[in-house]
């Protein structure tokens, strides 16, 4: 197991945490109480888990559930508490006040003194660095956990050949880490985190170390593998930067920011309905915080941004503007006429974004600070029309039919 934190995927400071095998090894057949045998997947609970730890000045305070069978993303902006989560969860650290069951297990209570070893937790974890151990082949790799947990070596033989197979790297088995392409190893290293059965996969940013060409074949392959009847639903926390990750993988995603949770629901519904910064623009979108009034939203500067809300709300609840960038029109001059939505801008940037351009708003002196991030697409003619560049200050306006206003997260 990389030790969750400590890696290239990591970003919050921390204390090294305890050292730890891939795949955090199955636990022996004799568990005591508190590592009681899994009770039977129709009736297995997943994940539940309640934390709070300091790290520095860095507090992270989350409750997440995962159901059996369930991928959940989390992601959030770097700092947000991603890796610490997964590495408390994986037993990697000592929270300060922590409850974590999983499938009717007793993993943390620090109010009781319980802590679970990493090696008899039945959690994989797995980070952007394969980690092969580089002095076994890619079979010896996948048969490790299952030797260390008891198996012998003619069933922990067959477990890596089955493993190999599902991640489409059987004729590999033979070669040495150092003989693999990067794509390769990172299949080899899910078939080793899957090879001790364990109750729950953590996968910290798994694709984020791979090229363009193999991480959308290595993605597939752990979309068909975790969904695999054989499986039986393989419980999945992934933790990633990447929306396309969430889309392909998740049935739900959680936010974070600051340690908390901001967000949380179905993975549809809160790439088109974000209710935090971060979620719209993961999802592409352009989010204005504020609170609920008549015909709109509120800033918290005082202007109204003008548009429909999604659901009832009352007079001043916490709510969020959002509209796509393709609705809104950029003008050198401020716009006459239908456009209920005007805002001035300074051009940060210039962003290829397929057939379009997207201009991002920065700062600007002259303009609210709700406008920074703002982001517009616009054709490549239009840009070249306006003749605009970096620096430029220019006008955003957005109709009020295009802005949708949700109940806030937070």
Request: proline share 6%; aromatic share 2%.
């Amino acid at each position: 197991m990389s030790a969750a934190g400590a890696g290239p995927g990591s970003r919050e400071g921390h204390r090294e945490p305890r050292r730890a095998v891939d795949g955090a090894l199955r636990a022996d057949t004799a568990d005591t109480a508190d590592t009681a045998d899994t009770a039977d997947t129709a009736d297995n609970p997943g994940l539940a888990a309640r934390v709070t730890t300091r790290r520095g000045g860095f507090t992270l305070d989350v409750a997440v559930e995962v159901a059996h069978g369930e991928v959940v993303a989390v992601l959030g902006p770097n700092g947000s508490g991603k890796s610490t989560l997964l590495g408390t969860l994986a037993g990697l650290f000592d929270p300060e006040s922590a409850t974590v069951t999983l499938a009717d297990r007793v993993l943390t209570d620090t109010d009781a003194g319980i802590t679970v070893p990493v090696h008899r937790r039945r959690v994989g974890l797995l980070s952007q660095q394969a980690l092969l151990f580089p002095h076994l082949t890619a079979h010896e790799n996948v048969a490790f956990g299952p030797r260390c947990a008891g198996q012998g070596r003619r069933a922990a033989g067959a477990v890596a050949d089955r493993w190999l197979a599902e991640m489409g790297v059987a004729e590999l088995a033979d070669r040495r880490p150092s003989e693999l392409s990067g794509g390769q190893a990172q299949r080899v290293a899910i078939a080793r985190a899957l090879a001790v059965e364990p109750d729950l996969l953590l996968l910290d940013e798994p694709f984020a170390a791979l090229d363009v060409d193999a991480a959308p074949a290595v993605r597939a392959v752990l979309r068909r593998v975790v969904r695999d009847s054989v499986v039986g639903g393989q419980t999945v926390l992934l933790v990633t930067h990447d929306v396309l990750d969430a889309v392909v993988l998740a049935d739900r995603l959680v936010v974070l920011a600051d340690g908390e949770v901001v967000e949380q629901g179905p993975t549809a519904e809160v790439l088109a309905r974000p209710r935090s910064g971060f979620a719209a623009r993961i999802a592409g979108l352009d989010l204005v915080t504020g609170t609920a009034c008549a015909g709109g939203l509120h800033t918290l500067d005082g202007t109204l941004v003008s548009g429909a809300a999604s659901e009832p709300l009352d007079h001043g609840d916490p709510a969020v503007a959002v509209f796509a960038p393709r609705s809104v029109a950029v003008h050198r001059e401020r716009p006459a006429g239908s456009p209920r939505n005007v805002v001035p801008v300074r051009l940060a940037a210039m962003e290829p974004q397929g057939e379009v351009v997207r201009l991002r708003a920065g700062a600007s002196g002259r303009g609210p600070a709700w406008g920074e991030g703002l982001a517009a697409d616009v054709t490549p003619a239009a840009v070249a029309e306006l003749g605009v560049e970096p620096g430029d200050e220019l006008w955003f306006a957005v109709k009020a039919t295009e802005v949708a206003v949700h109940p806030s997260g937070r």
